[in-house]
T-cell receptor, first 114, second 115 residues
Framework: AQSVTQPDIHITVSEGASLELRCNYS??????LFWYVQSPGQGLQLLLK??????LVQGIKGFEAEFKRSQSSFNLRKPSVHWSDAAEYFC????????????FGQGTTLQVKP | DTGVSQNPRHKITKRGQNVTFRCDPI?????LYWYRQTLGQGPEFLTY????????KSRLLSDRFSAERPKGSFSTLEIQRTEQGDSAMYLC?????????????FGPGTRLTVL
């Protein structure tokens, strides 16, 4: 079955500290992987995506993610968190199916302490 | 291009009433998706259109739900005889023509509250 697991429901970090959000996926074919961010009352904004090639991908707002096929993981990282990064983060997997529908994890809520 | 738009942004209705939501995708995006997001969960796929053709429907989409995209541009999602369990955020997304990488652009969503 296709699924995405985000093991951490809630994470709190201090402003300026580094961040890593975990994502594990189960997908039968070549996965396309995404990280989206959602601020309260807002839609989903794409942070970054992985389709193929270099397994370390750079995104917007200083985020990066590393695809590790052997671990079925696609963890999101940021070296120094800003207060404005407080939001909900979703990992998603899709593929080369005809529809392209995405399967999302349940999300990780990030709180940033001053 | 102003992105994906959805109307209304909020809808409060009484149980048993019908509601309709509208989604306007990014111009020339031929793929359109509907997702439902409940509190504390990630979005769940409901249905997918390529142009005007509805090509996939999730089992989540009961007989009370119907979606259309009559001219391959905007789409509507109707829920008949609403139930309290239908309370959720309904998200629309669109994807460019020809892409196989599934990058989807999301609208702000319509939040439905069923009393």
């Amino acid at each position: 079955a296709q699924s995405v697991t985000q093991p951490d429901i809630h994470i709190t970090v201090s402003e300026g500290a580094s961040l890593e959000l975990r994502c594990n996926y189960s997908y039968g074919a070549t996965p396309y992987l995404f990280w989206y961010v959602q601020s309260p009352g807002q839609g989903l904004q794409l942070l970054l995506k992985y389709f193929s090639g270099d397994t370390l991908v750079q995104g917007i707002k200083g985020f990066e993610a590393e695809f590790k096929r052997s671990q079925s993981s696609f963890n999101l990282r940021k070296p120094s968190v800003h207060w404005s990064d407080a939001a909900e983060y979703f990992c998603a997997v899709g593929g080369s199916s005809n529809t392209g529908k995405l399967i999302f994890g349940q999300g990780t809520t990030l709180q940033v302490k001053p | 291009d102003t992105g994906v738009s959805q109307n209304p942004r909020h809808k409060i209705t009484k149980r048993g009433q019908n509601v309709t939501f509208r989604c306007d995708p990014i111009s020339e995006h031929n793929r359109l998706y509907w997702y439902r997001q409940t509190l504390g969960q990630g979005p769940e796929f409901l249905t997918y259109f390529q142009n005007e053709a509805q090509l996939e429907k999730s089992r989540l989409l009961s007989d009370r739900f119907s979606a259309e995209r009559p001219k391959g541009s905007f789409s509507t999602l109707e829920i008949q005889r609403t139930e309290q369990g239908d309370s959720a955020m309904y998200l629309c997304a669109s994807s460019p023509r020809g892409t196989m990488n599934n990058e989807q652009f999301f609208g702000p969503g319509t939040r439905l509250t069923v009393l």
